[in-house]
Structures are given as structure tokens and as C-alpha cells.
């Protein structure tokens, strides 16, 4: 258990919904890391949050949007979903420079 | 091409036998990660190189800067190494940020 919680672990919705999918960190971490696994992309960098602040962006579509909260929770929200949406996605959280702890992943499926 | 190549994509062995996972990448880097994926999803994070050489139990992972490769060892694999194991490196250009570009992954079979 890496003490970063992920939920839901599972989502089914249908095309063109929005969703919300939710991390909290382990305690003290100020880093919070968002990336999506699909079958024919593998794992791809989403986005990065420091302290409540976007530190970096990486192959985010402008469907999706990420926040930090000032008790440090994240969330990623997913809008007008589609079936390429369908995908494991990962949260990650770290306290120093290169640490990175996982949850244990929302696994999203649009149909 | 892509900026982080592993080898071999698949990798079948007997309980025992010594595995080598390697990691090529085209950019100048400050730091490459082994992750372990195992087959319910979960991923940990094994190590975490910038240069020479780390080991945690009956894993190593070696990094050659100069020729831009990274290699992780098993040794006396079992059963329970079973997984996919992915590569990740940190640009130098990403200096404050901690943006990760990921192989596609080797799995690791091993049977007993």
C-alpha cells in the first residue's frame, strides 16, 4: 500500500458525459502527478501539481482538467468523454525531487 | 521513433534464471525510473537512477549516462516477479517540473 488513495476504482459512463475522478496524496506530500494507461498508448504524463500550483503539462487534451485543493487532494475531471477516453488512470504523489508513490488507479470505461 | 525504447517487449524464463531488462532513450536526461506493474494494475516504483548503479534485494538497475542506457537485473527470478516492468525517464529541459516519458514496457513472465 503506497498510502495514495484513488476513487472510484472502477467507472463505466457513456459517451459524452463528464467525470470526476479523485486523489488523495500520502501525508505530507505536496507533489500530486495524474497520468493515463490505454491499451495502444501505454502510460502517458497528464499533469503535475505542487502545493496547489500547476508545475507542468504534458499530453492533456482540453477535455480534461486537473486541480489541487488547499488540503492537497487533486482531482481530474474528464468532459465530453469518448471511447478513447477508456483507460486506467494513475495518480502519483511525492515529497522529494524523482519520488513518486502510485495509487492504485481508476479504471474508466466509456461506452 | 519513440524518445524511450525497452527490450525485449515480452520475456519468458524458467524460476532461477538471471533477467536482464533494458532501457535505451535519445534525450539528455537527470534522472530514469524502474517501475513494476503488476497484473492486477498496481505500480511501484522500483528505483530511481542518475548514474551508476543501485540494488534492493535481488534487483539491480545500472545507468551508462554516456551511452544513454539503463539496464535492470534479476537475480534467482521467481514466480512472483511476474510483471511489466516499464523504463521512465526525466528531461534535463524539465528542470523543476517532473514530467516522466515511459517506455512501452517489458513483460516478465516466469515459470516455475
Known amino acids: 500500500d503506497s498510502g495514495v488513495t484513488q476513487t472510484p476504482k472502477h467507472l463505466i459512463t457513456a459517451t459524452g458525459q463528464r467525470v470526476t475522478l479523485r486523489c488523495s496524496p500520502r501525508s505530507g506530500d505536496l507533489s500530486v502527478y495524474w497520468y493515463q494507461q490505454s491499451l495502444d498508448q501505454g502510460l502517458q504524463f497528464l499533469i503535475q501539481?505542487?502545493?496547489?500550483?500547476?508545475?507542468a503539462k504534458g499530453n492533456i487534451l482540453e477535455r480534461f482538467s486537473a486541480q489541487q485543493f488547499p488540503d492537497l487532494h487533486s482531482e481530474l475531471n474528464l468532459s465530453s468523454l469518448e471511447l478513447g477516453d477508456s483507460a486506467l488512470y494513475f495518480c502519483a504523489s511525492g515529497r522529494r525531487l524523482n519520488e513518486q508513490f502510485f495509487g492504485p488507479g481508476t479504471r474508466l470505461t466509456v461506452l | 521513433k519513440n524518445e524511450v525504447e525497452q527490450s525485449p517487449q515480452n520475456l519468458t524464463a524458467q524460476e532461477g534464471e538471471f533477467i536482464t531488462i533494458n532501457c535505451s532513450y535519445s534525450?539528455?536526461?537527470?534522472?530514469l525510473h524502474w517501475l513494476q506493474q503488476h497484473p492486477g494494475g498496481g505500480i511501484v516504483s522500483l528505483f530511481m537512477l542518475s548514474s551508476g548503479k543501485k540494488k534492493h534485494g535481488r534487483l539491480i538497475a545500472t545507468i551508462n549516462i554516456q551511452e544513454k542506457h539503463s539496464s535492470l537485473h534479476i537475480t534467482a527470478s521467481h514466480p512472483r516477479d511476474s510483471a511489466v516492468y516499464i523504463c521512465?525517464?526525466?528531461?534535463?529541459?524539465?528542470?523543476?517540473?517532473?514530467?516522466?516519458?515511459f517506455g512501452t514496457g517489458t513483460r516478465l513472465t516466469i515459470i516455475p
Open positions: 501539481y505542487y502545493n496547489g500550483e500547476e508545475r
Open positions: 521512465a525517464v526525466r528531461g534535463i529541459s524539465n528542470f523543476g517540473n517532473e514530467k516522466l516519458t
Open positions: 534525450v539528455g536526461i537527470s534522472a
